[in-house]
């Protein structure tokens, strides 16, 4: 009861996104959806890189969302791997998606 607990808040590191990503042409208004929609693959990577403090700021997990959503191919530029230390948190700054429709054949 006589604890004096002081809270520091997390130092925000920034990093930014851009990627390119292909998916085919007759399946691009919803794959746009699943990845740049609301609660899509954007917004899941954000939430994912900001919920621990001391997360890496990891570009693998962000290219694994974007194949589950359907993308037949990802050029992610950015981010790139950066440490982040105990007492940061990584917090996105720009944002670059753009969407390439892209005829399948078999």
Known sequence: LTDKVTVK????????????????????????????GPGGVIARYQQWQMAKLGRGVNPDYLRKLLFEAGV????????????IEPGQVAHVDTITANLI?????I
Do not use: C, G, K, W
Not at 10 to 23: K, M, R
């Open 9 to 36: 808040a997390a130092e925000p590191i920034t990093y930014n996104i851009d990627f390119d990503y292909y998916v085919s042409a007759n399946m691009e208004e919803t794959i746009q959806q699943a990845v740049e």
């Open 72 to 83: 037949h191919r990802a050029d992610v530029r950015q981010p790139t791997n950066m440490d």
């Open 101 to 105: 429709p892209i005829e399948l054949t």
